[in-house]
């Protein structure tokens, strides 16, 4: 039921299936984005990390600095740490 113009948010995690051969591995993310089944989770974790790097890269002004603070993922733009920087203009200016 989420707006259709809501910006996509990339959570990407790695399922644990139990399949007829044995337990497989895939990749997911909210963005739709899914890998192959994998039999091992390392291979599942490449399939993940390709995705991550396909992503575009976020301005440096945008970046987040204390991302665990921030609950913020490298490949998203912290709309803190950005209201900090124009806070921050604001004051030399
Ligand atoms: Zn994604
Ligand atoms: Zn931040």
């Not at 644990?16 to 591995?25: E, K, N, S």
């Not at 490449?46 to 204390?66: E, G, K, Y």
Request: aromatic share 4%.
């Amino acid at each position: 039921m989420a707006a259709a113009s809501a910006p996509v948010r990339h959570r990407p995690t790695i399922t644990r299936t139990a399949g007829q051969v044995g337990t497989v591995y895939r990749f997911t993310c909210p963005c739709g984005a899914t890998g192959e089944e994998q039999a091992a989770r390392r291979m599942a974790l490449v399939d993940l990390n390709q995705h991550v790097m396909s992503l575009p890269r976020v301005p440096a002004d945008q970046q987040c600095r204390i991302p665990r603070t921030h609950d913020c993922s490298l490949w998203e733009p912290c709309g803190l740490c950005a209201g900090q920087l124009d806070l921050f203009d604001l004051e030399v200016s």
